[in-house]
Structures are given as C-alpha cells and as structure tokens.
C-alpha cells in the first residue's frame, strides 16, 4: 500500500518515537501518584503543618517528569546532529549515515527499507530538518 494521500501527514522516525517512550514511566509514576493521594489514609498521613513535606510530596511525585526532559532532550540533540551531517539522509529507525546509497534500498545498519524524500519529510515533521 502506497501512500496517495497527499494530505496525510509524514510518519514520525521511530529513532524519535523510541525516545519519547522516556516520559512513559514518569506519567506513569505520576498518576499512580495522584491516585495514591485520594486515599484517605495516604492523604491522612502526609497531612501535616510542615510546608516542606505538603509541598515536598508533590515535588518528588512530579520531579521524574522534569529530569526525564534531560536524556530526550540529549537524545534529540545527538539525532540533530547525526541527521544534519547528513543533510536528511539517515535512516529514521536507527539514524544511520544512508549517503551514497541511493534514495530507496534497505538500511545497511537495521535492515528498513528507506526512501530518503520519505524519510526527509518524517525529520521535517518531527523538526530535526528544515
Ligand atoms: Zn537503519
């Protein structure tokens, strides 16, 4: 099945797919957190004047959630890198160098077919090529 539909949108690399799965665990964690506090007894427990620990709670809860931006972030900046060295011609699954290879073939590194017009409007879609 080709895509005809000029309309539909590039898919998204699964390089940059993999890396968003780092937020999976913290969203996780949060709401298993959030639900932790609508229990009467947790809640009960962590009532208390003291501001450090009503507010430090949270903060400990929601804390994954920001450290996780500095790998996704890392990573994205490394896939920048990789693809604009080679001015869009890596393979969107593991980022190898596809220069020379022509513009369709299968990945020398991971075995995906490619199709570099494809692929470059999938890195134009995520913003790692202008
Ligand atoms: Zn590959």
Known sequence: MTN???????PIPQAVR???WWFAGPAVATVFGAIAYQIPTVRNATATPDP????GIPAIILAPNFLVI??????????KRAVAGTSGRACTNCVHDLSGLGDTGMCPECGRAFDIAAD?????RVKVLK
């Open 4 to 10: 005809t539909n000029k309309s539909k949108r590039a």
């Open 120 to 124: 470059q409007r999938s890195w134009v």
């Open 52 to 55: 450090w620990i009503t507010l």
């Open 18 to 20: 993999r890396l968003w």
């Open 70 to 79: 500095l790998p996704v972030w890392w990573g994205m900046r490394r896939i």
